[in-house]
């Protein structure tokens, strides 16, 4: 018997940095996916296959084995649990295969931790939606303590989601945004960026908490703009927003090149996440994403996506 689930990645359309000091951010769900099949196996193992790194341990096998790659523990986490909740005794290997460029802020881990809960616990009966993002939750914390679960929720809702510290809120609006991704290919640590802004902060109070109340108005006038699928004005928001966070210090020369080379002819762009390298994304419909591309493609890697509003599927 086999189970498979998958779940898309996310990017950060408003908001990022600023949410950390109770901004609102907006997020939303995208057409790349991690699928996640799970199937038991009968040899007394827990078996991981991915085309990052794979790990075979037996059953039994202590839960803090810090040998094993960091980045497997949570698949280990939800496996181990669906094993002990259903008193199966055979073993379970789970196969997890990607379309989402893993460490650029678009949410990798996260959706991969969706879609292996999901397909995992599905191997003895579907968990709604609900379930499978708490225990997502709990395993993604394992390796990332201070995940706020906000990556993780846009993963398994899908569509556009407002998120704030305290409220997670999936939104009505279903725009068919077209944005294209395009990759610095610079990797970046979201701690060291976040650490960053509190050091601007520290140094610079007053100013900060100004920054603060614009970016709030510019989440408040896109979710305006959403709502009315003003494509012009979204984009307008989206450059607005990149100056606040070059201003706070999270843009890089080659993110500067990737948001200029489409400025020219997107309706706007900016980083998506914590910046220091990562992704921007810029905002286009029909009339001018080829341009686009080709401006961007001098720069970097990129790819058109689209808003996904399913969330965690099960095939
Ligand atoms: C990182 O994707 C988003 C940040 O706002 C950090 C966070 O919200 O935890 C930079």
Known sequence: MTSTASAPAKVILFGEHFVVYGVRALLCAIDKRITATSKTID?????????????????GSPESDHRTARFMRPFLYV???????????????MKLESEIPPGMGLGSSSAACVAATASVTGLFG??????????????????????????????????????????????GSRNDLSLIIANSRQVH???EEVLKVR???????????????????????ALGALEKND??????????????????????????????????????????GAGGGGCTISL???????????S?????????AKIDFEGLRYL
């Open 43 to 59: 040899e007394k193992k827990i078996r991981i296959i991915s085309e990052i790194g794979s790990v075979e341990v037996p059953l």
């Open 79 to 93: 496996t181990r649990r669906a094993l002990k909740e259903s008193g199966e005794k055979r073993g379970i290997e």
């Open 126 to 171: 579907r968990k709604p939606a609900e379930e499978v993002l708490r225990r997502a939750i709990e395993a993604e914390r394992i390796i990332f303590e201070d995940a706020s679960g906000a990556d993780s929720s846009v993963s398994a809702l899908g569509g556009l989601v407002s998120y704030s510290k305290d409220r997670i809120e999936k939104m």
């Open 189 to 191: 640590s979201t701690r």
């Open 199 to 221: 050091e601007f902060k520290r140094k610079n109070e007053k100013l900060f908490s100004q920054m603060c109340a614009d970016e709030s108005a510019i989440v408040e006038a």
């Open 231 to 272: 494509l012009r004005e979204i984009g307008l928001l989206m450059s607005k927003n990149q100056k606040l966070l070059e201003k706070i210090g999270v843009s890089t020369p080659k993110l500067d090149a990737l948001v200029g080379a489409a400025s020219k002819t997107s309706y706007g762009s900016k980083i998506t």
């Open 284 to 294: 286009v419909d029909k009339t001018n994403t080829e341009q686009t591309l080709e």
């Open 296 to 304: 961007l493609r001098k720069v970097g890697d990129c790819f058109v």
